[in-house]
Structure formats: structure tokens, C-alpha cells
């Protein structure tokens, strides 16, 4: 078919017309250095300031609490090292022993978890919390992580691979009623536009953010940084961004940021109610039509992003998968990863107990604000046919042919 079809708008989205459209000015007639003085710096250090503007107003913060950088990965790498180095610091010139215990899940992004890794080989201690069948933190075994040491808890706000979303408001209460100085951070690169991102009603002390998620352009991103949070900086060079991050400010960038993030507030309700439409045909509509179907993450849509949908699928391999539907016109993606030519089930399964064997026939299929029913209908009348035919030539077969259900997923 001529008509491609794309459902993997967790992974990126398209650039609105209208964010190019507000980026255009500051690539090619606003294109001064903002720090510089003349007027061509004036004008961009104008646009700059109303982009951080507009983007500490969505999050209910002040323009000097956002720290514009290239994307979520960045942020996170920052939020943790940032504050775990200025802890440290803190500690050194104080004379008195640094806390070195961090706080995360097991099924964080890897730009949090390598991170903590890295961190642990510095001497940090780390607590991975589990999660339930349903990708789900339990606060009380937050709470129980606790201790006199903890100096950051990073927890993402909703999942990019099952959508689940996190109770982040309440485990930062517990936080700051258990461990007053400790930093709260939340990975909300999948929240913006979805969820409430108030960084008050949340109580987050840092919060990550990345503009093509909703619509902006690649390569941008924000993290708020609650003003006299420890940080610091990871990015040396100039004093830009007051000295919290280096480089020569990305203009166009924040610009783009900033309309998508207003775009996608004021068109909150129609957009995610028309989205969630389209993701509830999927949760009940595909577990009928393809048996052996395991919906992974919370049964109840409104536990999880309400443009996500993702499952397993027995005795066929995710990636055989996504190549047929890509031969279909149909973009979608797997929690499996491809490396050195072996399949390896994702991390966020494996932590929701989900088996090797289901896991690798896992799929995310996640709709957008441009998707149609008539898109839906083309993938449901496809995929039952793909996975029939990559069953029976599928090694799995025997192994999984007689597999109960297992009691974490939801079977179909």
C-alpha cells in the first residue's frame, strides 16, 4: 500500500507544522549568539526568553528553573550526576561524610539506569526498586529503601515501553516526609501532553523532558531544576543557561519546544481523548482476534498512557514481527533489542516477570494525534495473518505450544 502507517509515536513524532512554522524566524532571520549584546543577539535572546517562558508556565515553575539541553537522555544524565556530584561536594567542604545511596526502578530508561551504574562504580550505592506484574512501583517498598544516606530518588513518571503510569505525587510526599534533603526526579519524557506535568501538584524537585515526544524537533530537551536544588553542572564552557549548562543556546530548538508543549496542553483533553479511543480498540480488539495475545502493563487504560498499547505474543519471535508489518506499511516496535545477532528480552519484562520465551515475542504499538480508525482497521485486519504465519515456522512452537497463561499478564 502507498499509505504508510506509523504507530510508534513513543519512539518520536512527527514535527508539527505549526512548531516548524514558530521555529523558522529563529533559524534564518533571528540567528544571532543570545549572548551576545548587538541586535541580532537581542532578538534571539528575545525568543529564548519566551520559550523558557512559556515552558516554566506549563510546568507551573519559574523561567530560572528550566535548563534547556539536547533531549532526555541528557537531562537524566544530568539530574543524576548533577546532583549526586554536588552532594558529594557539599558534603567535602562541610567536613562531613557524603550520603551516597540513590533510589530508582528496575524498568527506568538506560539513560537513568546506565547512569546509576556508572554511579555505583564511583561509590554511590544504588537501590533498583522491583515493580509489579504490571510495571507498577510499589511506595512502600520506596519507603522501605529509605535511609539516612539517600540523597536522590529518581522514579520515571510512566513507562515508555507498557505505559504505566507512576503515583510519582505520592511517593515525593513520602520522600520529603522521610528524607526532607533528598532530590526527587522523575523522568517525564512520555508524560508531557499526556499527564499532568505541574511540578508542585507532582512535589518533584527535577523533572526531564524531550521535545519530539509531542510533535517538536530532535535534539532538544529541558530539565527543571527546583530553584536551590544541589547541581552540579555537567557541561562546561561558557556561562550560559546561568551557568548550568554550556554551549551556545539552541534558539529554533527551545522555540520548537515550547510551542509543541503549549500545542500539546491546549489541545490536551481532545487530543488524548481521541487517542485513547483509538488505543482501546487495540486492548480489546486485538487479544480476540489473535489468540496467545498477553497484554502487558495495567489492564485498566486509564493505569497507563492512554496511547499505548503493548502485549506479548506466544511462539512467535517480536522482531519476525515488526519486519512483516513493516513490509505491510505499518510502523511499530518491540521491548526486544537486536544485539550481536541474538535476541535479548527487554529489561522492563524481565522486571514484571514477564518469561524469556513470551517476552521476545513482545510488541508496543503507540498511536498519535494523526492516527484513524481507518489505520487501526488496516493494522487489525493484517496482524492476525502475520502472526499465524510466523507460528507455524516458528521455533518457539514447541516450546510454548502448551504455556499456561502466565498469572502476571492478561491473557486473550
Known sequence: MDHRIYLDHAATTPLDPRVLEAMLPYLHTFWGNPSSVYQEAREARKGLDGARRTVAELLGARPNEVIFTSGGSESDNSALRGVTQAARRRAQAGGRPAGRHIITSAIEHHAILHTAEELEGEGFRVTYLPVDSTGLVNPGALERALDDETILVSIMYANNEVGTIEPIAEMARLVKDRQPHAVFHTDAVQAVGALDINVDRLGVDSLSIAAHKFYGPKGVGALYLRTRTPFQPQQLGGGQEKSRRAGTENVAGAMGLATAMRLAYEEFSARNA?????????????????????????????????????????????????????????????????????????????????????????????????????????????LPGIVQRLRSLSPLAGRQADMAPPTALASG
Open 274 to 382: 481521541r487517542i485513547g479511543a483509538l488505543r482501546d480498540r487495540l486492548l480489546t480488539e486485538l487479544p480476540r482476534l489473535v489468540p496467545g495475545t498477553h497484554v502487558t502493563g495495567p489492564s485498566d487504560p486509564r493505569a497507563r498512557l492512554p496511547n499505548n498499547f503493548s502485549c506479548c505474543f506466544e511462539r512467535v519471535e517480536g522482531e519476525a514481527v515488526l519486519l512483516q508489518l513493516d513490509l505491510a506499511g505499518i510502523a511499530a516496535s518491540s521491548g526486544s533489542a537486536c544485539t550481536s545477532g541474538s535476541l535479548e528480552p527487554s529489561h522492563v519484562l524481565k522486571a514484571m516477570g514477564v518469561p524469556n520465551d513470551l517476552a521476545r515475542g513482545s510488541l508496543r504499538l503507540t498511536v498519535g494525534k494523526d492516527s484513524t480508525q481507518e489505520e487501526i482497521d488496516r493494522l487489525l485486519s493484517v
